[in-house]
């Protein structure tokens, strides 16, 4: 694949309409799925999709935002970008695979939490970060993908995990680009040059120590969606099968190891 020759160019193939979106893994990588509804306290979130699969023929539960395509199905998912009950209905879809020992698979692909009145006033940065503390101490093996664009506590808050990933050409980042560029520059005509300052494509990521592997894309996702399915299948079986072989303490220790090392790359 030939290399494209900035970050901000990483940043546009992220967000490449022909991208494979969350329930294009659904159907290529699982089987059997079975999506759970619902946060039990007030709607249910149509921009984070979850349910029991079968990944390889192992039971697991998979989660992920799905940001649409047309742009009717845009709008019924609302762009990926979730509300408190879309949190909280994750909260309920990880303990009860906890409960039943079952491994959890995210995968992010959002510009961020909703950030509405009406989210806001049902309490978002209380869901986020309630959905990071279970994460944070969750039972069983976690591995979350970053398939597009990973922005802000909307990502983190599915992204606390035992194995971090990101395909080739997404991005991972506390804030866009064309915000960052707005605030440090006063114009989102700054944004590639925000882009590069964030550091947010997945080599320099990886560089950083801040996520543990790279999906190799082939000349993309966008024109190459099997060589994406067939490279994260195979990591995923692996990274299963290895988190698999730990024990609860092993899990919890290493996930607080991985967490407390952001300090020190951070401080860097």
């Known amino acids: 694949m030939n290399q494209p020759v900035s970050v901000w160019e990483r940043v546009k193939l992220a967000r490449h309409a022909d991208r494979p979106l969350f329930l294009d893994y659904i159907n290529t990588l699982f089987t059997e799925f079975d999506e759970l509804h619902g946060d039990r306290a007030f709607a249910d979130d149509r921009a984070i999709l979850g349910g029991l699969a079968r990944f390889d023929g192992k039971s697991v539960m998979v989660i992920g935002q799905h940001r649409g395509r047309s742009t009717r199905e845009r709008i019924t998912h609302n762009f990926g970008m979730a509300s408190p009950e879309g949190y909280r209905k994750v909260i309920r879809l990880v303990q009860m695979a906890e409960r039943f020992g079952?491994?959890?698979?995210?995968?992010?692909?959002?510009?961020?939490?909703?950030?509405?009145?009406?989210?806001?006033?049902?309490?978002q940065a209380e869901a986020i970060a309630r959905a990071i503390a279970v994460f944070s101490s969750l039972n069983t093996p976690i591995i979350a993908t970053v398939i597009g664009e990973g922005?802000?506590?909307?990502?983190?808050?599915?992204?606390?995990?035992?194995?971090?990933?990101?395909?080739q050409n997404s991005i991972y980042s506390v804030i866009s680009p064309e915000g960052c560029a707005s605030i440090l520059w006063k114009t989102a005509e700054k944004?590639?040059?925000a882009s590069e300052a964030l550091k947010l494509s997945a080599h320099n990521l990886h560089q950083l120590g801040l996520i543990d592997e790279v999906v190799d894309e082939g000349q993309g996702g966008h024109i190459e969606s099997d060589v994406v399915m067939t490279n994260l299948k195979n990591l995923l079986n692996k990274?299963?099968?290895?988190?698999?072989?730990?024990?609860?303490?092993?899990?919890?220790?290493?996930?607080?190891?991985?967490?407390?090392?952001?300090n020190s790359t951070i401080a860097l």
């Open 151 to 167: 922005g802000s506590g909307g990502a983190l808050a599915i992204g606390v995990a035992d194995k971090v990933n990101m395909l």
């Open 239 to 262: 990274q299963l099968n290895e988190l698999e072989m730990l024990g609860k303490n092993e899990l919890l220790s290493g996930r607080y190891d991985r967490l407390m090392r952001f």
């Open 191 to 193: 944004a590639p040059d």
């Open 102 to 123: 079952l491994p959890v698979l995210t995968f992010i692909d959002t510009p961020g939490a909703y950030p509405g009145v009406g989210a806001e006033e049902r309490g």
